[in-house]
């Protein structure tokens, strides 16, 4: 069913792209807990996560999707529910991204992706709220776009405000072939003394 769905092959491969670009920086043990902050109805990064996790001798990886619409929440849980994927490798939560009970501590890698946060200043925003929830050592990946691509996605650019609250950016990846997302992975460490 997935396989027939136009977009599939390209996640696939950002999916791999990421879980490269993570392994790259987490070195010490491959992160078993991840965060998808806009999951969306079809929940297409999980389900890849998951996939090629387990195809990496990583079963144990477990994903929360994450997203403020109660219909797409309700449509890739019963997705995941037909497709035989349990509440240890997925559940689902019901939040906007900026939500302060939204916790993220437990997470390894939290996930924002492109389309959460519209503007540059939203996206922002949202990246400052998130981190304040994550704990240090976490990485956050963000989904963003280059050049041209910026017409179908909003470009996230890392600000100094970003860095005063300890958000430490350890690779930009800006693919030049069918993969139309660039990633941008960085770490939480501990917040500076910065002043605006």
Same mark, same amino acid.
């Given at each position: 069913m ?5 977009y599939y @092959?390209?996640? !696939?491969?950002? +999916?791999r ?6 392994a790259?920086?987490? !070195?010490?043990?491959? /992160? ?6 806009g999951?969306?109805p079809l ?15 990583? /079963?144990?990886?477990s994903? #929360?999707?994450? @997203? ?7 449509a ?6 037909k497709?035989?994927?349990?509440a240890?490798?997925m559940?689902?939560?019901c939040a @906007?991204?900026?939500s302060k009970s939204? @916790?993220l501590?437990?997470f390894?890698v +939290?996930?924002?992706a492109?389309? !959460?946060g519209?503007s540059?200043e939203?996206?922002?925003?949202? +990246? #400052?709220e998130?981190?304040? &929830?994550m &704990? /240090?050592?976490?990485?956050l990946?963000l989904?963003s ?5 910026g ?6 650019e890392?600000?100094d ?7 430490k950016?350890?690779? +930009?990846?800006h693919p030049?072939?069918h ?8 770490r939480?460490a501990?917040p ?5």
């Open positions: 997935l396989l027939n769905f136009t @092959d390209n996640y !696939v491969d950002l +999916v792209m990421e879980l490269n670009a993570i790259s920086v987490a !070195v010490d043990q491959p /992160p078993s807990k991840f965060a998808i902050l999951s969306g929940p297409l990064t999980s389900l890849c996560i998951v996939q090629t996790s387990k195809l990496r001798d990583h /079963p144990s990886v994903v #929360l999707n994450v @997203d403020y619409d109660p219909d797409a929440i309700s890739s849980s019963e997705l995941c529910r497709l035989g994927h349990n240890a490798s559940r689902f939560h @906007d991204a900026k939204l @916790d501590y437990d390894d +939290v996930y924002l492109a389309l !959460v519209i540059n939203q996206k922002n925003n949202t +990246v #400052l998130v981190v304040t &929830r &704990r /240090p050592g976490a990485l990946l989904r776009a280059h050049s041209l691509r017409l179908m996605y909003p470009v996230v890392l600000t405000e970003m860095a005063c609250i300890g958000l950016p350890l690779l +930009v990846v030049y072939n993969i139309v997302n660039s990633i941008i992975v960085a939480v501990f500076s003394s910065c002043r605006f």
